[in-house]
């Protein structure tokens, strides 16, 4: 469930927070608004006695009397530095040696010293236009998990099985996602794609692509090729 400024307005309007709110307050608050939303960490923060929550994939605040919810960024001005982005980037962060490679198609490139995971929807047309640009790429392991999001989607979980069964997966990948060559082979083998639809949902990747960079660092959405590299040689290091 993703959270909307209209849907918060209107809840803020039915029912206001709790009057006195701390961690436990604004959690038992927030989930009788919202039932059914993932609430992984609030925290006091630093400035303007706001509390951050990390709900559902997104940063809030809310305030310390507990009466108020707030969307958007929290910037710093004096610094020039926008505060949710940069907590985003830390709350988003994975250990990307404990992903788990083997429900992904490897492709190395070069010496394949660099690494980048990329959950990717055959069928999204983001993920297509990245293709491109990562083919541009030299000396990276490429990990790509087929992430098939079916309610964009419909077909793609089907697809994303096919490429998985073909006998040269990358090939299958390639020639699907470059050339419009739909997959042959049949979508039964042994797959890790559901696996992968579950992981993403723990990781909250709601949209395609999403990239992982050796150091942790999550970016979402289409990056250009000499953006890229640039990332890539930061997060190993080099």
């Given at each position: 469930?993703?959270?909307?400024?209209?849907?918060?307005?209107?809840?803020?309007?039915?029912?206001?927070?709790?009057?006195?709110?701390?961690?436990?307050?604004?959690?038992?608050a927030?989930?009788?608004?919202?039932?059914?939303?993932?609430?992984?960490?609030?925290?006091?923060?630093?400035?303007?006695?706001?509390?951050?929550?990390?709900?559902?994939?997104?940063?809030?605040?809310?305030?310390?009397?507990?009466?108020?919810?707030?969307?958007?960024?929290?910037?710093?001005?004096?610094?020039h530095?926008?505060?949710?982005?940069?907590?985003?980037?830390?709350?988003?962060r994975?250990?990307?040696?404990?992903?788990?490679?083997?429900?992904?198609?490897?492709?190395?490139?070069?010496?394949?010293?660099?690494?980048?995971?990329?959950?990717?929807?055959?069928?999204?047309?983001?993920?297509?236009?990245?293709?491109?640009?990562?083919?541009?790429?030299?000396?990276?392991?490429?990990?790509?998990?087929?992430?098939?999001?079916?309610?964009l989607?419909?077909?793609?979980e089907?697809?994303?099985?096919?490429?998985?069964?073909?006998?040269?997966?990358?090939?299958a990948?390639?020639?699907?996602?470059?050339?419009?060559?739909?997959?042959?082979?049949?979508?039964?083998?042994?797959?890790?794609?559901?696996?992968?639809?579950?992981?993403?949902?723990?990781?909250?990747?709601?949209?395609?692509?999403?990239?992982?960079?050796?150091?942790?660092?999550?970016?979402?959405?289409?990056?250009?090729?000499?953006?890229?590299?640039?990332?890539?040689?930061?997060?190993a290091?080099?």
């Open positions: 469930m993703k959270l909307s400024t209209a849907l918060f307005s209107l809840a803020l309007a039915v029912a206001p927070l709790a009057a006195h709110a701390g961690e436990a307050e604004i959690r038992k927030l989930l009788a608004q919202f039932p059914h939303a993932k609430i992984s960490e609030i925290t006091k923060t630093p400035y303007a006695g706001l509390y951050e929550v990390y709900m559902d994939g997104q940063l809030v605040y809310a305030s310390p009397d507990g009466h108020y919810v707030f969307l958007g960024n929290v910037i710093d001005l004096a610094a530095k926008n505060l949710t982005e940069a907590r985003m980037s830390q709350l988003q994975v250990d990307f040696n404990s992903l788990p490679f083997d429900q992904a198609m490897k492709w190395v490139k070069g010496d394949g010293s660099r690494k980048l995971a990329v959950f990717t929807d055959p069928d999204c047309p983001f993920c297509r236009k990245l293709e491109p640009e990562l083919a541009k790429l030299n000396n990276v392991t490429l990990y790509l998990f087929p992430y098939p999001i079916p309610s989607h419909p077909g793609s089907k697809v994303a099985q096919q490429i998985w069964c073909s006998p040269d997966r990358i090939k990948w390639n020639d699907y996602m470059l050339k419009g060559i739909a997959p042959t082979a049949s979508p039964n083998c042994p797959n890790p794609v559901k696996k992968n639809m579950a992981l993403g949902e723990k990781l909250d990747i709601s949209g395609t692509p999403t990239l992982f960079f050796q150091n942790g660092e999550r970016i979402p959405g289409l990056v250009p090729a000499e953006q890229l590299d640039k990332l890539l040689s930061a997060a290091g080099k």
